[in-house]
């Protein structure tokens, strides 16, 4: 059993981000920048793919790395992850352990305090009622489980596309609805220094439509509800928008031009 570590990154110009990251694992790297190149060199034992491309989009580069992975198990990761030792033969181990799981979830707590992440205490099932707490970076899955339920990243949603966040949370749920079976590990593999955000810009009125938008790409029967569960749960953030009201109505437009782009 092999892993490979699929980095979607911008404006990288040598291997130096393998030391960053503590890189233990053979790794393809999409790297958006305004040039057109494949190299592939080694960091001692590892194989590093780059392929540097000028589009924009974060799940158009995940889409890519995932076109051309080419391990038994893939590992999602963003260039400001920094991983423990044997972060590798652990990943490995848990699946070889848990042989029905096809994704699992690994803690990789984050080193900015204000943007916290959810550790787990225990190797457990993932639902729908706690799949959305987890990102991409945190997601472990076999490449033949992806690649037979014909599993992509959305190009609407994410960092440089039209909707600005949520291309993770439409993966992990388009990975639950095609019957893929998750569950979410103990087992700590790094962490993340999320000192910035490439999308967030405080919450603003596109904040509320883009978020009504993913609602509605993850359910469109449930929506509305989503939407309004949403922001009574967060209410202390709408006042930047006119409050509560104001909110939910922004993103009910979020979810009415949802539907219409897709009817275009």
């Not at 992440?117 to 987890?134: D, G, I, K, P, Q």
């Not at 945190?138 to 992509?152: G, T």
């Not at 700590?188 to 790409?217: H, N, P």
Request: net charge neutral.
């Amino acid at each position: 059993m092999a892993l490979q570590l699929l980095l979607s990154a911008m404006e990288v110009k040598d291997t130096s981000f393998c030391s960053a990251m503590n890189i233990q694992s053979d790794v393809i790297l999409v790297n958006q920048s305004d040039a057109y190149r494949f190299d592939e060199e080694f960091y001692g034992e590892y194989k590093i793919k780059i392929y540097t491309c000028s589009e924009r989009g974060v799940g158009l580069s995940r889409n890519t790395a995932l076109m051309r992975a080419d391990a038994d198990i893939v590992l999602f990761s963003d260039d400001d992850c920094i991983y423990v030792d044997g972060y590798s033969e652990m990943i490995e181990k848990t699946f070889q352990e848990h042989s029905d799981a096809d994704v699992i979830f690994f803690n990789m707590p984050s080193l900015n305090q204000d943007r916290i992440e959810s550790t787990e205490e225990c190797f457990h099932r993932v639902w729908w009622h706690n799949c959305f707490r987890y990102g991409a970076v945190r997601m472990a899955a076999r490449l033949d489980r992806l690649r037979k339920k014909n599993l992509c990243f959305s190009l609407l949603f994410g960092g440089g596309a039209r909707y600005s966040a949520g291309e993770d949370s439409i993966f992990i749920a388009d990975c639950l609805r095609r019957g893929l079976r998750m569950y979410a590990s103990p087992c700590r593999i790094g962490v993340v220094r999320q000192e910035s955000s490439t999308w967030f810009r405080g919450y603003t009125e596109k904040y509320y439509r883009d978020r009504g938008a993913l609602f509605c790409a993850i359910s469109q029967c449930f929506a509305y509800l989503l939407c309004l569960q949403f922001v009574l749960r967060y209410r202390r953030n709408t006042h930047n928008v006119g409050g509560m009201w104001e909110a939910w109505k922004l993103m009910y437009k979020g979810v009415d031009e949802y539907i219409c782009y897709g009817r275009t």
